[in-house]
């Protein structure tokens, strides 16, 4: 269904001008974007070089040389890589028509910054006013399904890789991003759409199909 990504669609909202911006969000890590990137997936490489240049170091267990990484050091690298992305990608790819698809956008700093590291949320706020201003997703998915069980894929999926910083946190830190996800849907549920992601993977992209279905997004 490449197709679905470059075709020109009416936008949700004004503030999507000419394409649709639909970030999908995971719990801890159940999928990433795998599901919603087998329906709507480019004929090119979607990503900016200098954004996961900047991302790498935050996920990184051995650039700092025996040093650690402040959390509120961490939450500005991950705000300087959402400008480079939206710059240089997001923003000129809806000015183009086309749909975007994130793996994780605006509310995952919420989550893991906000509730995983407990930073404070009207810094994030301030933060999130000057880097992203108005540019909200036209949906985003939440992806969400128990702590363990999210683990448990990841390791499955990783196994024989290193982890990095986020992937070797305990289980309780990633109850927190969760709880905070989910906090964050019930205040915006227009937006924010909660998908079981305890099912498999072909019940969960047809319940994502059905949510772009009733947006008359596809047909």
Known sequence: ????????????????????FTPQLENGDV???YVLDGLLRSSGDIFTPLAERIREIVLSLDNAR???????AELLLMFAAR?????NFVEPSLRAGRWVVCDRFIDATYAYQGGGRRLNAEHIRQLDAMVVGAR???LTVLLDA????ALERARQRNAGAA??????????FFERVRDAYRARAAAEPTRIAVVDASQSVDR???????????????S
């Open 31 to 33: 999928g990433r974007a």
């Open 136 to 138: 909200r997703p036209d």
């Open 204 to 218: 969960v992209a047809s319940q994502i199909l059905e949510l772009l279905v009733a947006r008359s997004w596809i």
């Open 163 to 172: 982890a990095d910083r986020f992937e070797s946190e305990r289980a309780e």
């Open 83 to 87: 400008a480079v992305h939206l710059t």
């Open 66 to 72: 025996g040093e650690s990484m402040p959390p509120t």
């Open 1 to 20: 269904m490449k197709h679905i990504l470059y075709k020109k669609f009416q936008p949700a909202t004004a503030d999507s001008r000419d394409g649709v």
């Open 146 to 149: 128990p702590v363990e069980q």
